[in-house]
């Protein structure tokens, strides 16, 4: 892991412990020491004995922890104290050689205050303990990134491979295409349409079939670009008109037909690939219809 | 952007926007309440087309630059 990945992986790890409360932190928590401590064992409650008040523990360490997780430890200071001294008097009741003793809590990278760590010092004190404290979000996450790279990835989930990610590309172009391409396909997307007879224009522009059916096929989606251009006040339609004119304009003084066609689908996709090829095809389709591409029939004057 | 294009109708343009502007402009009335009416009429559908703030900003300042309103102490202003 290089020094990016690893910052990658450790925002998502925080981000995770953010939004982990109850039992989704317990597991987190349990997760890492499962591969932090080959000895760590995970305790779950069973049916009405509950876990005894340990939630895990290295046996042969005599280390025990508790964990809580509230969805705001701010808000529930008193309740830590007192679960602290209630929950310890349990694990001491039931377990035996008890060494160390551990509260984690999910404070949300807040930290505790001063009252819940004068608490805990006064239970290692009376008790004898070897130590005791408490393991909060960052104490996780130095022992989370102390382990091997694929264990960290098991916990904080994978980092997207950056090929996979959509070219960050802020031109107007991306901005359409990247919208068109989260469009779902609609069964009911071809009523919407009224497909324009535009076969004279496929003629004149020496276009095959197959292009032909392209074009179409990019028409069924272009009342959905209609909707997304009527809805943006920055004047998109205009500015993206502009760019695809532009290519056009550039890719005609050496190609023409198919090869133009073809040429002005790969000059504005971000990439030379399917998903992004179909998105620029549905913006063709639109400004086809337009004519602001393309050569366009002469109408002949009705007298 | 001023004007209407092929693809920039008429309630989209600045222009149009700005024919907006001077209808709702009886008294005058500050930015914010001019924001506000027009977000109303265009829930109401009584404005069709979608226009940003920054858009209101250019259209009072073409309106501005054309004479047909002013500023006064705050408030914008149709000039008689």
């Given amino acids: 892991m290089d020094v990016q990945e690893k910052t990658f992986a450790r925002q998502l790890f925080q981000n995770k412990i953010l939004k982990a409360d109850g039992q989704i932190f317990e597991d987190i928590f349990s997760a890492t020491m499962n591969y932090a401590e080959t000895d760590f064992q995970q305790i779950k409650p069973w049916g009405n004995i509950g876990d005894r008040k340990n939630d895990g523990y290295i046996k042969t360490k005599g280390i025990f922890y508790q964990v809580y997780a509230p969805e705001d430890i701010r808000k529930s200071y008193t309740n830590v104290v007192s679960k602290l001294k209630i929950d310890f008097d349990g694990l001491k009741a039931q377990w035996s050689h008890v060494n160390e003793f551990y509260f984690v809590v999910n404070d949300k990278y807040k930290g505790v205050n001063a009252d819940c760590e004068k608490i805990i010092q006064e239970i290692k004190i009376s008790h004898n303990l070897n130590d005791a404290g408490f393991l909060t979000a960052k104490d996780l996450e130095n022992i989370l990134f102390e382990l091997e790279d694929d264990q960290i990835y098991l ?46 224009k496929i003629k004149l522009n020496v276009l095959s079939e197959s292009v032909s059916q392209l074009l179409i096929n990019g028409g069924f989606q272009s009342h959905s670009l209609k909707e997304y251009l009527k809805n943006n006040s920055d004047f998109l339609a205009d500015s993206l008109r ?6 056009y304009l550039q890719e005609k003084e050496k190609k023409s037909g198919d090869e133009l066609f073809w040429a002005i689908v790969n000059s504005a996709s971000p990439k030379v690939e399917h998903i992004y090829q179909t998105s620029v095809i549905v913006i063709m389709s639109k400004y086809f219809e337009t004519c602001d591409i393309f050569e366009e029939p002469v109408q002949e004057e009705v007298e | 952007m001023i004007i209407p294009t092929k693809h920039t109708n008429f309630s989209e343009s600045l222009l149009g926007f700005g024919s907006y502007i001077l209808t709702v402009l009886e008294s005058p009335e500050s930015i914010d309440s001019l924001w506000n009416q027009y977000q109303n009429d265009f829930n109401k559908k009584l404005y069709y087309a979608k226009h940003s703030f920054d858009n209101l900003l250019l259209t009072i300042v073409f309106l501005h630059s054309i004479g047909v309103v002013k500023e006064q102490d705050g408030v914008v202003i149709k000039c008689s």
């Fill in chain 1, 155 to 200: 916990i904080t989930g994978h980092i997207p491979d950056p090929a996979n990610i959509k070219q960050l590309d802020f031109s107007i172009l991306n901005e359409v295409i990247g919208h068109i391409m989260q469009l779902p396909l609609n069964e009911g997307d071809k009523p919407k349409n009224v497909l324009p007879n535009w076969n004279k």
């Fill in chain 1, 242 to 247: 502009d760019k695809m004119n532009e290519v």
